[in-house]
């Protein structure tokens, strides 16, 4: 069973910041290319942003400019930085390996004055 565990989520104001953290298994980060996913309440789940093994990231339209993905893969672990953060963006956030059917149990954000 790989277990990925997501962690960082909480309240915050409009235009403040948060950064989730996803433990990932070595043996799956160092293979996968690891997405970080929002699910707004009655919505599906999106991609927001993308990091390969190598380092190439990616970002949906609706945070470019606005999150950032990273790994440390000494430390076996994925991050997305959240800065000027919107009410929109309230919503679960899950980490998933690209093309596993591996899921963590989300962390919660919720933006809101």
């Known amino acids: 069973q790989v277990q990925l565990v997501e962690s960082g989520g909480g309240l915050v104001q409009p235009g403040g910041s948060l950064r989730l953290s996803c433990a990932v298994p070595?043996?799956?980060?160092?293979?996968?290319?690891m997405g970080w996913y929002h699910q707004a309440p009655g919505d599906d789940r999106e991609s927001v942003a993308t990091i390969t093994p190598v380092g190439s990231k990616s970002y949906s339209d609706s945070v470019k400019g606005r999150f950032t993905i990273s790994r440390d893969n000494d430390r076996s672990i994925v991050y997305l930085q959240m800065d000027s953060l919107k009410p929109e963006d309230t919503g679960v956030y899950y980490c998933h390996p690209i093309s596993t059917r591996f899921w963590g149990q989300g962390t919660q954000v919720t933006v809101s004055s």
């Open positions: 070595k043996s799956i980060l160092r293979l996968n290319v």
